[in-house]
């Protein structure tokens, strides 16, 4: 098993409305309010982080969003600012994720301006990288993982590294039920370690690096148990408290199975 504290990350994408969501909390707060072994995030969509900041309040459970823009304010239309996140409780902020750059046009210059300014406001963000099929097919996916992580991180510091969350995300395994398997995920997760001992040193050891891709409650546990993966970015698992809570649970048997708890 990894050495960090494990993280397990829901991103709920573009479901939930704020009556779905507060539901989901009390269901899932009832279900993880014991869990102390690991860190376990929220990240919903923008018109739900302020029910949930009342929902979550004093819980176990962290709240991030899936975007923010790279400017502090201004005559930015439809953008929304590391301000306004942590004024709804977020404390963490998906960037980068696979979606925006293929849908929405998100360049490396354009995630690594947004990764800076959340560390700048307090908030943890979490890079989202990770390879499509041809990439793979062609033997290319460390080479595009680790210059994505590198294009995105190269002008931070020491100390700003040390804040971060990296979430390796095969873009084939998302959505799709095939997940990369446990090797290919430690593999890549190793990788990914090694282009950030590149940038800070023995500080990389530090730094929580997750995979996503496919996630359920059913296969956390192996992926859990490689050395260099530390946790999980779970989509379509998590829009059930239920299934999530399960997944969270077995999660934690592992660390506690661990440090022998
Ligand atoms: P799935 O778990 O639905 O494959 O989505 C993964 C993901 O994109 C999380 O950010």
Redesign the pocket.
Known sequence: MAKRRPVIAG?W?MFKTVSEAENYAVSFLEEVKDVTELDIILCAPFTALYPLKNELEESVVHLGAQNMSWADQGAYTGEISAQMLLDVACTYV?LG???RRELFGETDQEIAKKVKKALAAGLTPIL?VGENLNVREEGKAAERVQGQVTLALSSLSTEELSRMVI?Y?PIW????GKTASSKDAQEMCAAIRNTLTDLMGLNAEKVPILY????KAENIAELLNEPDVDGA??????LDPLSFAKLVHNAAAVVARVVGI
């Open positions: 991103n994408k998906i994720h696979s979606e989202c979430a995300e395994a998302i959505g799709t996503g891709g496919s996630v970015l779970v989509g379509g698992a998590s």
